[in-house]
């Protein structure tokens, strides 16, 4: 576990100072579950029961994770849909492992010659299957790391590729405050497309949540794409060169939670850099904006999201967790 810790730091020390670009595998930043997309599209620092988070960071995995399935399917932009799963099981007091799989369909696209002549169809797709191990430290800290492997496929073209997550949370469960740091998409490509290998979707995200018990809200902050300060684009919506402030206030998104711990809730979110880069000057297209809902019936909840980009599109999340314990038993608690 001394080697986990090690080997974390010692990332976290080499990579927090670089830049990276995205140019392959972009679909592994996409938010993966409905409570995820309505916060903002970034957290990674709930501290709870939601196991689609363990994807985000595999550091989040707790004890209220054992055993919970989570399952979406999001209907996203230019009629790409896509769909995730995900389990948490705890081996111990202090060991977690979970599994995770994602699967990306773009559609299907029309094949033209040079001419422009048609010569029939071709599709293409994303599939991510990962393994996550998280290690508590002590009362305060537990760290953790994903192992993914991606399969990604163009026409006749094929992609392999093996990344993995490391993270590290600070929970204080007496004043419900967490803070999290974590690395993304570290690795390698294995094949490339044609000859060429390509750069990975490298992502350091800071995150900080606080649940009130003076009022039933849970608030959480994001810095994300911490790799490189410059992720803005060159100009705004009224053409002007994008200043300092801009080039900051992108990094950051947040999002709020009513009613964290009842059986429903209510949730919004914004994430800066969408909202900003996607406004059109003279139209309210609510871009960035995000929001949704929890409902809990029995053993089982659900969510809905609602993610705004530009006028007249976004992309809908939809959720389903399952309390495995409690809907099969603790004959079939797997300890």
């Known amino acids: 576990m001394k080697l986990l810790f090690g080997q974390i730091l010692l990332i976290f020390s080499i990579f927090c100072f670089t ?49 919970q399935v989570g399952i979406n399917y999001i209907s996203y932009l230019a009629d790409i849909s896509f769909g995730t799963v ?28 040079e001419f422009g002549n048609e010569e029939g169809t071709f599709t293409a797709s994303d599939v991510a299957i990962t393994l996550g191990y998280a290690y508590n430290i002590s009362d305060f800290f537990t760290v953790g790391t994903n ?36 690395i993304r998409n570290l690795g390698w490509q294995l094949t490339a497309y044609d000859s060429k290998l390509e750069k990975l ?12 018990e003076e009022f039933p809200i849970e608030i959480s902050a994001n810095l994300h794409d911490l790799q490189k300060f410059d992720i803005s684009s060159p100009s705004n919506k009224n ?12 990094h950051f998104s947040f999002g709020a939670e009513l009613f964290p711990d009842k059986g429903f809730n209510l949730r919004v979110g914004y994430n800066f850099k969408r909202g900003n880069e996607l ?32 006028k007249g599109d976004a992309s809908n999340h939809f959720g389903m ?15």
């Open 19 to 67: 830049q990276n670009g995205e140019q392959i595998y972009s679909f592994m930043n996409v938010p993966t579950s409905a409570r995820q997309a309505s916060l903002g599209g970034n957290i990674n620092s709930a501290w709870d029961s939601d196991s689609n988070l363990a994807l985000w960071n595999p550091a989040l995995m707790n004890e209220e994770m054992n055993n």
């Open 239 to 250: 053409g002007q060169e994008v200043k300092l402030t801009r080039k900051l206030i992108d």
């Open 201 to 212: 979707p490298l992502q350091i995200n800071l995150g900080f949540s606080q649940k009130y």
């Open 86 to 113: 995900s389990w948490v099981h705890q081996l111990d007091d202090k060991n977690y492992i979970s599994l995770h799989g994602r699967y990306f369909d773009y559609g299907t696209f029309t094949q033209t010659n």
């Open 279 to 310: 406004a059109v000057q003279d139209v309210r297209s609510f871009s960035g904006l995000t929001f949704g809902f929890g409902v809990k019936i029995k053993s089982f909840k659900f969510d809905y999201a609602r993610a705004n980009y530009f």
């Open 147 to 182: 192992l993914s492997y991606i399969n990604s496929k163009i026409e006749s073209y094929q992609s392999t590729g093996l990344v993995t997550d490391l993270g590290i949370v600070f929970h204080d469960i007496d004043y419900n405050t967490n803070v999290s740091l974590v």
């Open 321 to 335: 967790r399952i309390d495995l314990e409690s809907l099969l038993g603790k004959r079939y608690s797997w300890q």
